[in-house]
């Protein structure tokens, strides 16, 4: 049995149809790469139901002292948006990416618009940061995931982007960031009263990384151990900081998961402080487009399981 001409023009029609509009079906989404976890959490709620991103940095790597690897090269080269805090964070990633030619390199510090708090010397001011092409090395804070209006303001830049590199799917990057904000927003009123009773709790963290966590949830962060975290503190700081722990009497010491100095046992000794852990690279949250969400909470909650000891 044959078919009829009819049937053969059609079925022409489809396969010609098909060839045609194949191209776009199978256009591949954008190769996005985030230099560090906290903003591959955040690129993950943005880029839900369109692409994966991927991490530079293995968990448990320094943003600080990281040394580039050829992995990470590779990664870099297939990217085709990456990401990052910028040259005060990623020291590592200033030269290279200024000689990438396929990247579209986003360094969120000074492509969104940030509350940026001064260096530790003066953390109580807060500067709108967008744009500025003058930002000096170390001048402001550059843990700025740890806000959570960063958050939401480094997500819209991320959108943006995308949008701009992606404009096939801008709409689902838009809805996704709108779903994003909200989100954050409601995980942060409930942590803004979870934390209301431990204001005054005083607390000791081991390096000068949470400025913007302090500011934000109203926490008595009395002293650091040390400003760089590669580095060992001088034995008059923490002599002083000895005596601070002595006076605060029952309060907590948070120690970070990549660092496990010998200093802090021998200054907590003889105190009354409990000691936990703060993991400000969130290192052990899962990876989804909730995952932000799920590191502010860990934080809030690990904070106030030791304050109220």
């Known amino acids: 049995m044959t078919l009829s001409k009819k049937p053969k023009i059609i079925i022409w029609l489809v396969g010609l149809l098909l060839s045609i509009t194949q191209p776009a079906w199978s256009k591949e989404p954008p190769k996005v790469l985030a230099s560090i976890k906290p903003l591959q959490l955040i690129a993950t709620s943005i880029t839900e139901g369109v692409t994966v991103v991927d991490v530079l940095l293995p968990p448990g790597a320094s943003p600080h002292s990281h040394s580039m690897k050829p992995s990470d090269a590779r990664k870099l080269y297939e990217a085709d948006m990456i990401f990052w805090v910028g040259p005060d964070m ?127 949830y109203k926490l008595n962060v009395v002293d650091y151990f040390t400003i760089n975290p590669e580095q060992q503190p001088g034995a008059k700081h923490l002599t002083r900081l000895q005596d601070k722990l002595k006076k605060a009497g029952n309060s907590c010491v948070f120690r970070e998961p990549q660092f496990q100095p010998a200093y802090i046992d021998r200054i907590i000794g003889g105190t009354d402080a409990s000691v936990a852990v703060l993991d400000p690279l969130a290192t052990d949250i899962t990876v989804s487009p909730d995952g932000y969400i799920q590191f502010m909470n860990n934080l809030t909650d690990t904070i106030i399981s030791c304050l109220k000891k």
Request: glycine share 4%; hydrophobic share 30%.
């Open 90 to 216: 990623e020291t590592f990633l200033d030269k290279t990416l200024s000689g990438s030619k396929k990247a579209t390199s986003v360094p969120l510090m000074q492509e969104s618009r940030l509350k940026l708090l001064k260096s530790s010397e003066g953390k109580e001011e807060v500067h709108d940061h967008a744009g500025d092409s003058d930002h000096h090395h170390g001048e402001y804070d550059a843990h700025i995931w740890l806000s959570p209006e960063n958050a939401i303001a480094m997500a819209k830049t991320m959108s943006e982007k995308l949008s701009k590199l992606d404009p096939d799917h801008k709409k689902q990057y838009q809805e996704n960031y709108k779903a994003f904000k909200k989100a954050v927003q409601a995980a942060d009123k409930r942590n803004i009263t979870k934390l209301t009773n431990y204001h005054s709790q005083p607390m000791f963290v081991f390096h000068d990384a949470y400025g913007y966590l302090q500011k934000h």
